[in-house]
């Protein structure tokens, strides 16, 4: 039992371990984990599991021409109205001239605009087949290993369940342990605009987004299952049986072209199956190999203290309790440094889209403001971390973004200013929108200053040679 469960019962190094004694009720409670392109957000209940899958690329909506024309005739005119105190007119030929054409963003709503937003993939759904009660349950992310790891003992079976996001093969592995034989079904579900599908010991996941009567973005999840235990398919799970060992291998794909934005014509279900097949069977090979590439990231900057004795055993929320109330805990700050740091490497990678306003993680269809990319401030503060804390590469995404707003940016820029150059406001998507918003008391801030400023990265690395190429993967399993 001791060996079984060591991963859990040896004490949990307080800086680097986000601890639960509980399942999460909501999704800000769950574990995160990623290797920038896909996600998860592991809730470790024990009745029916939810494990929330996504694919930084996976938005709705499409191209659209949002810039008004005749925009630039009206800017003398406001500025004159400025510089003669009248901001109230001005203002309202401000409201009436420089905001999109159309339906820009869909006021944060865009689900089924052209704009679109960020969605969920699907969910991974972990039905245990009972309800009776359990004991000794502990959650735990480790941050330095990249691994999401839950333990419950239940009718005096010890129940272990890890998870990673694969940095060198690009796949989602889930595994589940028991000492004595279990029987779980296991199936995905997404609401909308998808078929699953199961047969034999693989979940097939493929749908459309929708790009405001047109069709949108192909997307495809495959689940391969491998267990020690009996397996039935059926027509909404995969039934297994008499189980004391479970792996679980997530592909997930789009058709976005990370390159150069828009859509390719690849067979997205093709390209799913090509992640597993190139993924090794094994677990614990494709554990060791992932969290070498990971922690060759976070292991460049660490700080270290000394730990509590006062915490030891403690949840992170009530560690977090006892310092707001003023006691000592010198690991804590360090605790969230080393948080900061994981979601950043977890939600960004070389040749991909940068971290949106989720980061990499939903679980919504029509995600808050969208999912979006907030050129005002948010998408740069996702960012502020890297340069400091040794993480420069992942800036890359970042980087590639703003240098392919320049073309839709130039647009703009005649539009509303008749001006040469490029410029981008308040918003945008994978599509490089850079139109204004559809109301100007937010949407026609200029913005394009801060991606430039993102760019001076010469400040951190010395690096005179640096180049802003695009990189993109040969061949899945390539990071």
Same mark, same amino acid.
């Given at each position: 039992?001791?060996?079984?469960?060591?991963?859990?019962?040896?004490?949990?190094?307080?800086?680097?371990?986000?601890?639960?004694?509980?399942?999460?009720?909501?999704?800000?409670?769950?574990?995160?984990?990623?290797?920038?392109?896909?996600?998860?957000?592991?809730?470790?209940?024990? =009745?029916?599991?939810?494990?929330?899958?996504?694919?930084?690329?996976?938005?709705?909506?499409?191209?659209?021409?949002?810039?008004?024309?005749?925009?630039? /005739?009206?800017?003398?005119?406001?500025?004159?109205?400025?510089?003669?105190?009248?901001?109230?007119?001005?203002?309202?030929?401000?409201?009436?001239?420089?905001?999109?054409?159309?339906?820009?963003?869909?006021?944060?709503?865009?689900?089924?605009?052209?704009?679109?937003?960020?969605?969920?993939?699907?969910?991974?759904?972990?039905?245990?087949?009972?309800?009776?009660?359990?004991? %000794?349950?502990?959650?735990?992310?480790?941050?330095?290993?990249?691994?999401?790891?839950?333990?419950?003992?239940?009718?005096?079976?010890? &129940?272990?369940?890890?998870?990673?996001?694969?940095?060198?093969? =690009?796949?989602?592995?889930?595994?589940?342990?028991?000492?004595?034989?279990?029987?779980?079904?296991?199936?995905?579900?997404?609401?909308?605009?998808?078929?699953?599908?199961?047969?034999?010991?693989?979940?097939?996941?493929?749908?459309?987004?929708?790009?405001?009567?047109?069709? #949108?973005?192909?997307?495809?999840?495959?689940? %391969?299952?491998?267990?020690?235990?009996?397996?039935?398919?059926?027509?909404?799970?995969?039934?297994?049986?008499?189980?004391?060992?479970?792996?679980?291998?997530?592909?997930?794909?789009?058709?976005?072209?990370?390159?150069?934005?828009?859509?390719?014509?690849?067979?997205?279900?093709?390209?799913?199956?090509?992640?597993?097949?190139?993924?090794?069977?094994?677990? =614990?090979?494709?554990?060791?190999?992932?969290?070498?590439?990971?922690? $060759?990231?976070?292991?460049?900057?660490?700080?270290?203290?000394?730990?509590?004795?006062?915490?030891?055993?403690?949840?992170?929320?009530?560690?977090? #309790?006892?310092?707001?109330?003023?006691?000592?805990?010198?690991?804590?700050?360090?605790?969230?440094?080393?948080? #900061?740091?994981?979601?950043?490497?977890?939600?960004?990678?070389?040749?991909?889209?940068?971290?949106?306003?989720?980061?990499?993680?939903?679980?919504?269809?029509?995600?808050?403001? /969208? $999912? =979006?990319?907030?050129?005002? &401030? /948010?998408?740069?503060?996702?960012?502020?971390?890297?340069?400091?804390?040794?993480?420069?590469?992942?800036?890359?995404?970042?980087?590639?973004?703003?240098?392919?707003?320049?073309? /839709? #940016?130039?647009?703009?820029?005649?539009?509303?200013?008749?001006?040469?150059?490029?410029?981008?406001?308040?918003?945008?998507?994978?599509?490089?929108?850079?139109?204004?918003?559809?109301?100007?008391?937010? $949407?026609?801030?200029?913005?394009?200053?801060?991606?430039?400023?993102?760019?001076?990265?010469?400040?951190?690395?010395?690096?005179?040679?640096?180049?802003?190429?695009?990189?993109?993967?040969?061949?899945?399993?390539?990071?």
């Amino acid at each position: 039992m001791l060996l079984f469960l060591g991963t859990l019962l040896k004490a949990q190094p307080q800086d680097v371990s986000v601890v639960f004694h509980k399942p999460a009720n909501h999704f800000t409670e769950s574990i995160p984990i990623g290797n920038g392109r896909l996600g998860a957000m592991l809730f470790g209940k024990t =009745d029916v599991d939810r494990i929330v899958l996504n694919e930084i690329s996976l938005w709705s909506g499409g191209t659209q021409d949002a810039d008004d024309p005749n925009a630039n /005739n009206y800017l003398k005119e406001i500025q004159k109205l400025l510089l003669e105190g009248k901001n109230l007119e001005a203002q309202a030929l401000l409201q009436q001239h420089f905001v999109a054409k159309g339906k820009g963003s869909c006021l944060g709503q865009g689900a089924n605009c052209s704009y679109g937003c960020y969605q969920v993939l699907a969910e991974l759904l972990l039905d245990w087949k009972t309800t009776s009660p359990i004991q %000794d349950y502990k959650r735990v992310l480790r941050l330095d290993e990249a691994i999401a790891v839950t333990s419950f003992k239940r009718d005096n079976n010890s &129940i272990e369940q890890t998870a990673f996001a694969d940095f060198k093969n =690009d796949v989602i592995w889930v595994k589940i342990k028991a000492t004595s034989p279990l029987n779980l079904d296991i199936s995905l579900f997404r609401k909308e605009n998808a078929t699953i599908t199961y047969q034999n010991n693989k979940i097939s996941l493929n749908g459309v987004l929708p790009n405001d009567g047109k069709e #949108g973005m192909h997307f495809a999840s495959i689940v %391969d299952v491998q267990t020690d235990g009996k397996i039935e398919s059926t027509h909404k799970a995969i039934a297994i049986q008499s189980a004391k060992e479970i792996t679980l291998r997530i592909s997930a794909v789009t058709n976005y072209n990370f390159d150069k934005g828009g859509l390719s014509d690849i067979s997205v279900t093709k390209k799913a199956n090509e992640y597993l097949q190139k993924a090794p069977m094994s677990f =614990d090979r494709a554990k060791a190999e992932s969290s070498i590439v990971f922690q $060759g990231l976070f292991n460049r900057n660490r700080w270290y203290g000394k730990a509590n004795a006062n915490t030891e055993g403690l949840t992170t929320f009530e560690r977090l #309790g006892r310092f707001y109330k003023g006691e000592q805990d010198a690991l804590l700050p360090i605790l969230y440094y080393n948080f #900061g740091r994981y979601l950043l490497i977890s939600s960004s990678r070389e040749g991909l889209l940068p971290a949106n306003l989720q980061g990499l993680w939903a679980e919504e269809y029509q995600t808050p403001w /969208n $999912g =979006d990319y907030h050129l005002n &401030i /948010n998408i740069q503060m996702n960012y502020w971390l890297a340069e400091p804390t040794n993480l420069s590469q992942l800036t890359e995404p970042l980087q590639r973004f703003t240098k392919n707003l320049v073309p /839709n #940016g130039s647009k703009t820029a005649k539009a509303y200013y008749n001006a040469n150059g490029w410029v981008a406001h308040v918003i945008s998507n994978p599509w490089f929108y850079t139109s204004p918003g559809e109301s100007a008391t937010w $949407g026609s801030t200029l913005t394009e200053a801060f991606l430039v400023k993102n760019i001076c990265k010469y400040l951190f690395t010395k690096d005179k040679l640096l180049r802003v190429e695009p990189h993109v993967a040969d061949s899945p399993g390539e990071v």
